[in-house]
């Protein structure tokens, strides 16, 4: 038997920090999305600025905070705003990449937080879309993270939360929202992207010891599935090294 190197979460860590490119501004969220953020800060991405919804941008926390609203986001930050003003901020154009997490999340890139099943009636109420439909709609990029399961990945939410492409192509052109839409989609199984013609969710990695054939059974809509699909690389010693020793030492979220 093989040694289990990483954690799932650890290798979730590792896969957002490989998205983002250095120089860009990112609006990060509470958990894996902060921990991805600070280790390409740390591996790649020294100019990387991380956004805060509580206003901070581009601080240098000391350790890992706990949620985006955590004081430590402020520590050492050159830019501290208002919660209005760092969306002001992405409305200007200045969110390169946009993290985000919900219930559901369909074909089209779509997200559902506020409820399952009908609006008026719920079965579960969730908590609504804080910041998510400013940042949906004004990044450039937006990155969703999430649970790969039928009931999270249905052919369409029950309640459109956050815009993703809304019903394909040229819709959110027509609704006027100015950022590309969504980007990437990373679960516990995979990552995928959207196809550039029909804006429908498509595979592009399987992670190491699933296959597409299982990520389709996982999800509740036809996926798009390449021909060339290929594995997730899983994380190098130095990715392991920097995260368990300084992005995220207590295993706040990576555990």
Same mark, same amino acid.
């Given at each position: 038997m093989s040694e289990v190197r990483y954690t799932p979460r650890e290798l979730l860590a590792c896969v957002a920090? #490989?998205?983002?490119?250095?120089?860009e501004s990112v609006f990060v969220g509470t958990g894996l999305p902060l &921990?991805?953020?600070?280790?390409?800060?740390?591996?790649? =991405?020294?100019?990387?600025? +991380?956004i805060y919804e509580g206003g901070a941008?581009? *601080?240098?926390?000391?350790?890992?905070? %706990? $949620?985006? =609203?955590?004081?430590?986001t402020f520590y050492k930050a050159p830019i501290i705003l208002s919660m209005s003003s760092v969306f002001g901020h992405s409305r200007a154009g200045y969110a390169d990449v946009g993290f985000l997490g919900g219930a559901q999340i369909d074909m089209y890139g779509?997200?559902?937080a506020t409820c399952i099943g009908d609006y008026d009636n719920p079965k579960v !109420?969730?908590? /609504? $879309?804080? /910041? +998510?439909?400013?940042? =949906? $709609?004004?990044?450039? !990029?937006?990155?969703f993270m999430g649970l790969h399961l039928p009931e999270r990945f249905p052919e369409k939410c029950d309640y459109i939360t956050t815009?993703?492409?809304?019903?394909?192509?040229?819709?959110r052109?027509? *609704?006027?929202?100015? /950022?590309?839409?969504? %980007? #990437? @989609?990373?679960?516990h199984l995979g990552v995928m992207g959207f196809d550039e013609e029909t804006c429908r969710m498509?595979?592009?990695?399987?992670?190491?010891? &699933?296959?597409?054939?299982?990520?389709?059974?996982?999800?509740?809509?036809?996926?798009?599935?390449?021909?060339? @699909?290929? @594995?997730?690389?899983?994380?190098?010693d130095e990715e392991l090294r920097i995260l368990r020793n300084e992005v995220d030492p207590n295993h706040l979220f990576c555990f």
């Amino acid at each position: 038997m093989s040694e289990v190197r990483y954690t799932p979460r650890e290798l979730l860590a590792c896969v957002a920090a #490989r998205l983002i490119n250095d120089g860009e501004s990112v609006f990060v969220g509470t958990g894996l999305p902060l &921990v991805g953020a600070l280790l390409a800060h740390k591996m790649h =991405a020294p100019q990387m600025m +991380a956004i805060y919804e509580g206003g901070a941008i581009g *601080a240098e926390p000391p350790v890992l905070p %706990w $949620s985006v =609203a955590d004081s430590l986001t402020f520590y050492k930050a050159p830019i501290i705003l208002s919660m209005s003003s760092v969306f002001g901020h992405s409305r200007a154009g200045y969110a390169d990449v946009g993290f985000l997490g919900g219930a559901q999340i369909d074909m089209y890139g779509n997200i559902n937080a506020t409820c399952i099943g009908d609006y008026d009636n719920p079965k579960v !109420r969730l908590t /609504g $879309s804080g /910041g +998510a439909n400013d940042i =949906a $709609s004004l990044c450039d !990029r937006v990155i969703f993270m999430g649970l790969h399961l039928p009931e999270r990945f249905p052919e369409k939410c029950d309640y459109i939360t956050t815009p993703g492409f809304l019903n394909g192509p040229g819709e959110r052109e027509k *609704a006027g929202l100015p /950022g590309k839409g969504p %980007w #990437r @989609v990373i679960s516990h199984l995979g990552v995928m992207g959207f196809d550039e013609e029909t804006c429908r969710m498509k595979l592009i990695s399987c992670h190491p010891g &699933v296959t597409p054939e299982i990520i389709q059974q996982f999800t509740g809509f036809e996926m798009i599935i390449p021909d060339d @699909v290929e @594995v997730t690389p899983e994380p190098t010693d130095e990715e392991l090294r920097i995260l368990r020793n300084e992005v995220d030492p207590n295993h706040l979220f990576c555990f």
